[in-house]
C-alpha cells in the first residue's frame, strides 16, 4: 500500500494595510511614523508574494502598530494646532481692541 501526501496551501488572507500607510505617508506623516508603516506594508506584501504568512503577518501588525500611532498622533496634532490657532487669533484680536482703545480710535 502505498501513500499519496498532499500539500494543499491554505490561502489565509494577510492584509498588508498599504492603502492605509500610504494615507498616513501622505496626510499624517506624524515623527515619520507613516513612512515606516508604509515600508512595513511593502515588505508584508513582499513576504506575502513570496509565500511566507509568517513573516507576512508580522510585518503587517508592525505596519498596523505603527498606523495606529500615526494616525493618533496626526489627529492630536491637527486638533492641537487648531485650538492653538483659535487662542493665537483671538489673542491677537483682544490686543487690537486694546491698542484701538487706548490711542483713542
Known amino acids: 500500500m502505498t501513500t499519496t501526501v498532499i500539500n494543499i496551501r491554505s490561502e489565509t488572507s494577510v492584509p498588508d494595510h498599504i492603502v492605509w500607510s500610504l494615507f498616513n505617508t501622505i496626510f499624517m506623516n506624524s515623527c515619520c511614523l507613516g513612512f515606516v508603516a508604509f515600508a512595513y506594508s511593502v515588505k508584508s506584501r513582499d513576504r506575502k508574494m513570496v509565500g511566507d504568512i509568517t513573516g507576512a503577518q508580522s510585518y503587517a501588525s508592525t505596519a498596523k ?35 484701538m482703545k487706548n490711542r483713542g480710535y
Open 65 to 99: 502598530c505603527l498606523n495606529i500611532w500615526a494616525l493618533v498622533l496626526g489627529i492630536f496634532l491637527t486638533i492641537g494646532s487648531i485650538v492653538l490657532l483659535v487662542f493665537v487669533y483671538r489673542g491677537a484680536y483682544q490686543m487690537s481692541l486694546e491698542m
